[in-house]
């Protein structure tokens, strides 16, 4: 029987809840999701691919304010988690894409609730 690590108010509620909770790796692959969208470099990449389809790395960098060096880096931790793919190579010029229709669901909803509220940030001066 595990310790308990908090007060239980009402039991039957907590037991329902817990057994309804996603599986510890389903939990560790939502969180591993949110960071990588926890990176403001690597949502603007995101967004460039979502407004602009197939965008090869120098015009992705161009697009998001970033050196090319910085974009191949974020777009290779997103290729590594599918989130990205690179589709094909024209010279040497390497096009990306947004490889996953759930990550675009999330960069809707994520963008669509920060034009309808203004987080506080306390760590933030503005």
Do not use: K
């Amino acid at each position: 029987m595990a310790a308990t690590l908090a007060r239980v108010v009402d039991r039957d509620r907590v037991a329902a809840v817990q057994a309804a909770m996603p599986a510890a790796d389903q939990v560790e692959q939502v969180a591993d999701v949110f960071a990588l969208l926890g990176d403001p470099n690597r949502v603007r990449l995101l967004v460039a691919l979502l407004e602009g389809g197939d965008m090869c790395v120098c015009d992705l960098a161009a697009t998001a304010g970033m050196t090319e060096s910085a974009a191949s880096h974020a777009l290779r931790w997103l290729r590594a988690h599918r989130i990205v793919s690179a589709p094909r190579r024209q010279g040497r010029l390497m096009y990306y894409r947004l490889d996953d229709a759930h990550v675009r669901v999330l960069l809707d909803i994520a963008l669509t609730h920060a034009e309808h509220t203004h987080a506080l940030h306390p760590e933030r001066s503005s």
